[in-house]
């Protein structure tokens, strides 16, 4: 007991560090009509016609859009028909080679295709706000890949409790969105359903064959360029961004679960240290808590999870019960978390693809850091 005591009260110490890191956290983004650069959106697409509309009526009607561009990476449902009566320009990917993700392959072309200077890459399931295009290309004033933290939609009190408690492993792994500081290339997070970056400077490094193999391909590409000396921002956006990732807690549940761990952009070290981590300031005081039993390290982590679950709220429209509900779910993401750890998840959309090494720390294969030339780039 004396042995666990120990190991919660420093796992406490370094949540309440990372924690203490939104009190310098960068200000959210605010809309910015145009940037006065030409902006390519690129959407990847796999039988998204249920839920690309919206995405796609509010990226073709921002003045800031040069051109929106939809990749149809096989899809079976009429998504490119979809993409192309609302005005989308519709590129065919290619069939998918062996080693690829279809994601990074779809991207990639995509790029490719774009003729704005900024590209933005925007998941189907995303709803952009006017404004956000021209914050994204202001923000790369300063960096080189930005990604943006989206204010989510849940549908129902236990699809948004589920989400909430996952969404706080996150945070007690990396700190909050919007972090002042650059973490080490090591400990950077991104959210690939809203990305920017320039052009030239992505296909000089051809960022997405980097990653190619890839499942949490967002991490993995943040990580691997800053490796590289880019300078990567995630900035919350949640003003500007809405996201309907899921239809249902169940789907919640298999999918999000599945790329918690970052299992394939982690080492075995930094994967146990984020599990106990989880285990022992997440769920072990709830369960404590519902035994009756907790200590007073046990009553001041439940304090801070509810000062957590307060600041919360914003990420979420309509936040509610599901919120506030949430660390009562904290045992069950983290044995979520630890499952898919354990045995990592590579299928999606009818795909399933071969396991990389396992637990790899690193995904820049050892290229000299070298900053993007933002000249040249101009």
């Not at 940037?35 to 009607?61: F, M, N």
């Not at 921002?233 to 809405?242: I, R, S, T, V, Y």
Request: hydrophobic share 45%; net charge positive; charged share 20%.
């Amino acid at each position: 007991m004396r042995l666990l005591t120990a190991a919660q009260a420093v796992a406490a110490a370094v949540v309440a560090a990372r924690l203490a890191r939104g009190r310098r956290r960068l200000p959210p983004l605010r809309p910015i009509p145009h940037a006065g650069v030409a902006i390519s959106v690129v959407i990847p697409a796999r039988d998204e016609a249920a839920r690309i509309r919206p995405c796609l009526r509010a990226a073709l009607a921002s003045p800031a859009v040069t051109e929106v561009i939809v990749v149809d990476d096989g899809s079976r449902d009429g998504t490119a028909e979809v993409a192309a009566s609302l005005g989308a320009t519709v590129v065919t990917a290619d069939p998918l080679p062996s080693g690829w993700v279809g994601k990074q392959w779809a991207l990639r072309q995509g790029v490719a295709a774009a003729g704005g200077e900024v590209v933005v890459t925007l998941d189907a399931d995303t709803r952009p706000e006017p404004g956000l295009f021209g914050a994204l290309a202001v923000a790369l004033e300063r960096y080189d890949l930005v990604s943006a933290g989206p204010r989510f939609v849940c549908d129902g009190v236990l699809e948004q409790a589920l989400h909430a408690s996952m969404l706080a492993t996150l945070v007690y792994r990396f700190g909050p969105v919007g972090p002042a500081g650059p973490p080490p290339p090591h400990r950077v997070v991104a959210n690939g359903q809203c990305m920017a970056f320039r052009r030239a400077e992505m296909a000089g490094v051809d960022g997405f064959a980097l990653v190619r193999d890839r499942m949490t391909d967002d991490v993995a590409l943040a990580r691997s360029l800053a490796e590289r000396g880019w300078r990567v921002g995630f900035l919350d956006a949640g003003a500007l961004l809405e996201v309907d990732m899921h239809d249902s807690a169940g789907e919640l549940w298999r999918e999000w679960g599945r790329s918690l761990p970052l299992s394939d952009v982690t080492g075995p070290g930094w994967q146990a240290a984020d599990l106990a981590v989880i285990w022992l300031t997440g769920a072990l005081p709830v369960l404590r808590l519902a035994a009756g039993r907790p200590t007073g390290l046990d009553v001041a982590l439940l304090v801070a999870r509810s000062l957590l679950t307060g600041a919360l709220r914003g990420s979420y429209r309509g936040a509610g019960a599901g919120v506030l509900l949430s660390p009562l779910l904290d045992p069950a993401s983290a044995f979520r978390l630890t499952q898919a750890t354990l045995r990592p998840v590579r299928t999606w959309r009818g795909r399933t693809y071969p396991a990389t090494a396992k637990g790899a720390g690193s995904v820049s294969g050892g290229a000299r850091p070298v900053r993007p030339g933002r000249n040249a780039a101009r």
